[in-house]
């Protein structure tokens, strides 16, 4: 029996509709939000291509349908977006004892947790490689074919669950993304609190860990603002130059100078990777 | 001596810039922040034309900049965007005394208050179409050439701001104005606060009302959601088709089926409304 989404707003947008909807969480075991943009295709053709989009520490499933300025190209390529939250939620749902930003709610990491209490609730890559898309194929107008992006801590998320599925997913992509985890600070306190003390357990969840052993060479295009605030203690993008270098793996990292880690980023260069979505989910 | 403009922040956004500015505002008698874009255009050209983007109810400078999706093509059109706050701010601002989101702070409706202790701040009017155009024209890359458009509330000011100064806007555009505030609960309450109670005095602030002596023929360019929720009771733009097919006005207005009166309404729009802006601005 599949669950049942229950829609609790669907707004017009671009000839299409974004919807939130509601449901019940298995793999999560608490009530989830997610968003989906519905382009004006929809109507006619119930098999469309589906782009995922993970966003960054503190989002919920709406700061991408608002600020990212990608739905009026969605409208054109016929792409359908779903935007998770970026955690469990709810009562019950451990968080961070101080209320941090960067751990427990808002901030699950697209990992499974292997420690208490947040093994009880924290499995987000459970939720978003497999829960949400056989939801979201039950029952929206789309067929199985993929894609993934994502912001920071999204960013990362996108290219670990590609990494880690090879034929799941058509493209992946991701701007300014968390690409070794296991050496940066944000990463170490989530992987520290969500996995414990073994690093070997760390390096399941770490871009430049996987690459080295990716069954699959999906190209990587990232992008990274070069004005990023957290580019040279959180990001480093030149670990992943060398590991995908190292790895033969195909990476284009552009470089765009002045730019920060906001949405005003994002938005600067989302049809980009919209279109290498698309050309990637219709050939 | 001009004031001096602060600057807080600035963010790279398709190639040009986001910025946002503190200043004493004399008219206000309390500091403001503003958002403009300045386009890629304005490293070379110092007398770009300026649009004023007036937001609705409860929004400050930031909404329009980040959810409206319009600096893509203002950086294409080199348009600079100029976004005021949408009230005076800051301790010693009278807010209405039950905190509602329709009158005092974030609701300023673009007038010139009468009343106290509203008079001793609220002169938005004033700010929106003086003092604020003589800040930017004094210190940003721009020409005197100004169109002004806005939302809801920030409609109505766009409207009645173009119909009392003939000659200082180049076009006006709104997206489900008030236009008709005189005839409606927002308005009222808002009028009967700010104005008093002789109705005489509210009539030179109601775009139906002014259209029937505008003194220039600018076309009106509207778009009305119509799933739009406050279209039977305060936005009722039947009454402006009225008052323009009386006055012989040009009124262009679309109504728009499906759309609502969110931000994902103006995105799907905005578009339009700049190449509308542009033509007039740029010839």
Redesign the interface.
Known sequence: MHTSLEQISA?????GW?KRYRHRSRVLDCDMIFGVYLPPQAEQDASLPVLYWLSGLTCTDENFM??A?A??LAAELGLVIVAPDTSPRGEGVADDPDGAYDFGLGAGFYINATQQPWAAHYRMYDYVTAELPALVEANLPVSERRSISGHSMGGHGALICALKNPGRYQSVSAFAPIINPVNCPWGQKAFGGYLGNDRAQWEQWDTCELIAGAQERLPLLIDQ?E?DNFLDEQLKPQALEAAAAAAGHPLTLRRQP???H????I??FI?DHLRHHAVALQS
């Not at 906001?262 to 980023?265: G, M």
């Open positions: 707004t017009k947008c671009f000839g974004h608002q600020k300025g739905l009026k603002g004005a002045g730019y920060d906001s949405y005003y980023f938005a600067s049809d």
